[in-house]
C-alpha cells in the first residue's frame, strides 16, 4: 500500500497571561460586547517576560515529546510555520533544534501567514512520502503580540500568541494526508501585510515613527476574501474525495473569525459538533490556530477518524487538507 504521511502526536502551548475583552476595553476604544459578536473571542494569551516564538515551539515540542517518549536525536526535520520569527535570520526552526538537542535534524521555516500550517504540513508530508525522512516535525507558532499595535483596534482585538506542532511518520495502513488543495493569489498583499522591515521598506526612523512595523488589515476586504476562499476550498476538496459532512468526524478551521468558520461549515454541511472551536480562549494565533486545535481535541479523535483542515491568511494564501488520523 501507498506510504503516506501520517500525524503521529502532537503538542501544544499556549502563554499563561489571558488579555481578556474587558482588559481591552481600558485600552482602545472597543467593548466585550462588540468583540464578541463580530469575532467570537472572549480572550487571548500573551506572551511576557522576554521570552520569543521558539520558546513556546521548545514547550509544544517538550510537551509531543513527553507524550510519545520521542528522543530529540530521532527527529530528523523540522519545518516552523511562523510570520513571527525569532530574527530575520537564522531561521526559527534552527533555533528550536538546537534548543531541543535534536542535533541530527535539519530544518527551514515556511511563512504562509494564517495559512502557514497547512502549507508546512503538505511539505513536510512530501519527504515522508518520498522515504527520505521517517520523523519530520510540523510547527505553527506565532508571537503575534509583537507585530501588533495595541492602539489599532482593528487588530489588536484578533490575535493572540501560541504554539502547536504535530510529528509527521510513515502510514503504510491507509491513514494519514489524502489530499491537499493549496492556493495563494499577490493581489491581496494591499489588505493585510506589515508595511515595513523587508527590503521594499527598510526599518528606518521615519518607518518606527509612523508605526509600520505593526500588521495592517483592512478587515471588511479580509473578511469577505476569506469567507469565499474557505468555504470554496472546503467544498473543492470534499467534492474532489467524495465526500459529504457524513463522512467527516471533524473540520478544523484557522480560528479568525468565528463567523468565517460559520460560513465554510455551513458549505460543508457540518454541525456545530464537527467543528473544532477555540478561538473564544486564543484568539487568532495565525499559523498555531489549526495545531492548537488538535492538541486540545486529540483525546477526542480515533483511528480512521477522517478531518478537513482549512485556512485562510494574508498574501492571500488559502487551503484545505484532508486526512484521516491514525492513531
Same mark, same amino acid.
Given at each position: 500500500m501507498k506510504t503516506r504521511a501520517a500525524i503521529t502526536g502532537v503538542g501544544g502551548y499556549v502563554p499563561e497571561y489571558i488579555l481578556t475583552n474587558a482588559e481591552l476595553e481600558t485600552m482602545v476604544d472597543t467593548n466585550d460586547q462588540w468583540i464578541r459578536e463580530r469575532t467570537g473571542i472572549a480572550e487571548r494569551r500573551l506572551l511576557k517576560d522576554g521570552r520569543a516564538t521558539s520558546d513556546m515551539a521548545v514547550a509544544a515540542i517538550q510537551d509531543l515529546m513527553a507524550k510519545k517518549a520521542l528522543d530529540p536525536?530521532?527527529?530528523?526535520?523540522?519545518?516552523?510555520?511562523?510570520?513571527?520569527?525569532?530574527?530575520?535570520?537564522?531561521?526559527?526552526?534552527?533555533?528550536?533544534?538546537?534548543?531541543?538537542?535534536?542535533t541530527n535534524a535539519w530544518g527551514?521555516?515556511?511563512?504562509?501567514?494564517?495559512?502557514?500550517?497547512?502549507?508546512?504540513?503538505q511539505t513536510g508530508s512530501k519527504f515522508v512520502e518520498a522515504g527520505t525522512h521517517k520523523k519530520v516535525l510540523v510547527i505553527g507558532a506565532d508571537m503575534m503580540s509583537s507585530i501588533i499595535d495595541y492602539e489599532d483596534r482593528n487588530t489588536c482585538i484578533l490575535f493572540g500568541d501560541g504554539a502547536g506542532v504535530v510529528l509527521l511518520e510513515p502510514d503504510t495502513a491507509g491513514n494519514g494526508i489524502m489530499d491537499a488543495i493549496l492556493k495563494s493569489d499577490g493581489s491581496g498583499a494591499p489588505y493585510l501585510h506589515m508595511k515595513a522591515g523587508g527590503s521594499k521598506n527598510p526599518a528606518s526612523q521615519e518607518t518606527v515613527k509612523n508605526r509600520h512595523h505593526y500588521a495592517y488589515q483592512e478587515g471588511r476586504t479580509v473578511f469577505k476574501f476569506a469567507v469565499k476562499g474557505m468555504?470554496?476550498?472546503?467544498?473543492?476538496?470534499?467534492?474532489?474525495?467524495?465526500?459529504?459532512?457524513?463522512?467527516?468526524?471533524?473540520?478544523?478551521?484557522?480560528?479568525?473569525?468565528?463567523?468565517?468558520?460559520? @460560513? =465554510?461549515?455551513?458549505?460543508?454541511? $457540518?454541525?456545530?459538533?464537527?467543528?473544532? &472551536?477555540?478561538?473564544?480562549?486564543?484568539?487568532?494565533? #495565525? @499559523? =498555531?490556530?489549526?495545531?492548537?486545535? $488538535?492538541?486540545?481535541?486529540?483525546?477526542? &479523535?480515533?483511528?480512521?477518524?477522517?478531518?478537513?483542515? #482549512? @485556512?485562510f491568511g494574508g498574501g492571500f494564501t488559502w487551503g484545505s487538507v484532508f486526512l484521516r488520523w491514525a492513531y
Open positions: 536525536k530521532e527527529i530528523e526535520l523540522i519545518i516552523c510555520a511562523t510570520v513571527s520569527p525569532d530574527h530575520v535570520f537564522p531561521a526559527t526552526a534552527n533555533i528550536i533544534a538546537d534548543k531541543i538537542g535534536a527551514f521555516d515556511l511563512e504562509a501567514a494564517c495559512s502557514g500550517f497547512l502549507f508546512a504540513l468555504a470554496d476550498v472546503v467544498e473543492e476538496i470534499m467534492v474532489k474525495n467524495g465526500l459529504t459532512g457524513d463522512d467527516i468526524r471533524y473540520m478544523v478551521p484557522h480560528q479568525a473569525n468565528k463567523r468565517i468558520i460559520d @460560513a =465554510a461549515a455551513r458549505r460543508a454541511g $457540518l454541525p456545530d459538533e464537527k467543528v473544532m &472551536l477555540n478561538i473564544h480562549k486564543y484568539g487568532n494565533t #495565525t @499559523a =498555531a490556530t489549526i495545531p492548537l486545535c $488538535l492538541w486540545e481535541w486529540e483525546h477526542e &479523535l480515533k483511528k480512521e477518524d477522517q478531518l478537513i483542515l #482549512t @485556512a
